[in-house]
């Protein structure tokens, strides 16, 4: 039944993440390249927090400046590390929680992504898209 359908079945395993230690221009270069909109952050297998494109812009001057945006955000993202900018205390779910319980989580927090992880480990992460494409897949 598909109201018991598991989050583990449409979540992703395959996940980009980045080192707490790692530099936002690296996270930077990953956002764009993969097209994503959310990495994790992790110390190891462990989760330490989650880093969003928009907390990049937040700190960026990419929509108010022209040709040297460039320079100017390696200028800016040299002042911060990941650890400063990333959400700390991440909500999380474990790989057994149900696809509905998960697009409930996302609704009432106001959450696009939510890692999962058990036993205290990274195991895939979860977004408004793949929830998109679960329920397109559905018709």
Do not use: C, W
């Not at 700190?59 to 040297?68: N, T």
């Amino acid at each position: 039944m598909i109201e018991q359908a598991l989050v583990s079945s449409i979540m992703t395993t395959d996940m980009i993440t980045v080192d707490y230690k790692d530099d936002l221009e690296s996270a930077e270069h990953l956002f764009k390249t993969h097209k994503i909109r959310h990495i994790p952050v992790v110390k190891g297998d462990a989760l330490k927090g989650i880093l969003s494109y928009t907390d990049l812009l937040r700190i960026s001057f990419a929509d108010a400046i022209g040709d040297d945006e460039m320079s100017i955000d390696s200028v800016v993202y040299n002042m911060f590390t990941i650890e400063q900018v990333m959400v700390k205390n991440v909500v999380t779910m474990p790989s057994t929680s149900t696809i509905k319980e998960v697009a409930e989580l996302l609704t009432q927090r106001n959450f696009h992504a939510i890692p999962i992880v058990d036993e205290n480990k990274l195991v895939g992460i979860v977004t408004t898209t793949d929830l998109l494409k679960f329920l397109l897949s559905q018709f």
